[in-house]
């Protein structure tokens, strides 16, 4: 089955640099690639997502990048707040599956 | 008029007891989901439904039992309740049978004592 790695587990930044978070996958079949964020007590919520047919996506200060060749993405966080601060999930998608990374803690100081 | 709602929000029991945790989604999405999460964060498939049914069932143990009574219900019961079985369960809603954009409900923290 697919298998996802998520690096780092914890990430702490001062507000206004940049955060980069990294997930590598498995399974070549693997064609949808999500990022959930998920504030302390709160549920995960979408935050951006990419095909595999996409290399790269922006949203405002997130970005996505996608290496299929090598089996990595990336999340990047520009110009970060506080509120940024939150547990965030990669995931990735094929057949009817979606595989969760093991989640990177960032801590944004004000 | 929240999109995706479970209850309880918090399930404190004991070892060896049988409880249910429901969910409903309002979203008009025909698959539902069962997440565990663990207490280092991970969150990990359990099943899923699509249009009421079973279309995904990780190695769950059995004595997990989802049930939809239509799609937009996916309810889990668990009987003889064990310490390992603390965790967050969250339910999750996705359109059309994909497991994109899924939609999460707010968790059910279940506690054994």
């Known amino acids: 089955g697919e298998n996802v790695e998520q690096h780092p587990s914890t990430l702490s930044v001062q507000e206004g640099d940049s955060a980069v978070i990294k997930c590598t996958y498995s399974d070549s079949a693997s064609n949808y690639f999500p990022w959930y964020k998920q504030e302390l007590g709160k549920r995960p919520q979408l935050i951006i997502d990419i095909r595999s047919n996409v290399g790269e996506k922006k949203d405002q200060r997130i970005a996505v990048t996608l290496n299929k060749t090598a089996k990595h993405f990336s999340l990047h966080i520009t110009e970060t707040q506080p509120e940024d601060s939150a547990v965030y999930f990669c995931?990735?998608?094929?057949?009817?599956?979606?595989?969760f990374g093991g989640g990177t803690r960032l801590m944004v100081k004000p | 008029d929240t999109a995706v709602s479970q209850t309880p929000k918090y399930l404190v029991t004991q070892m060896g007891n049988d409880k249910s945790i429901k969910c409903e989604q309002n979203l008009g999405h025909d698959t539902m989901y069962w997440y565990k999460q663990d207490s280092k964060k991970f969150l990990k498939i359990m099943f899923s439904y699509n249009n009421k049914e079973l279309i995904i069932n990780e190695t769950v143990p059995n004595r997990f039992s989802p049930k939809s009574p239509d799609k937009a219900h996916l309810n889990l019961h668990i009987n003889s309740l064990e310490l390992g079985d603390s965790a967050v369960y969250f339910c999750?809603?996705?359109?059309?049978?994909?497991?994109?954009?899924?939609?999460f409900g707010s968790g059910t923290q279940l506690s054994v004592l």
């Open positions: 999750a809603s996705s359109r059309d049978g994909a497991y994109e954009k899924l939609f």
């Open positions: 995931a990735a998608g094929a057949g009817n599956m979606l595989t």
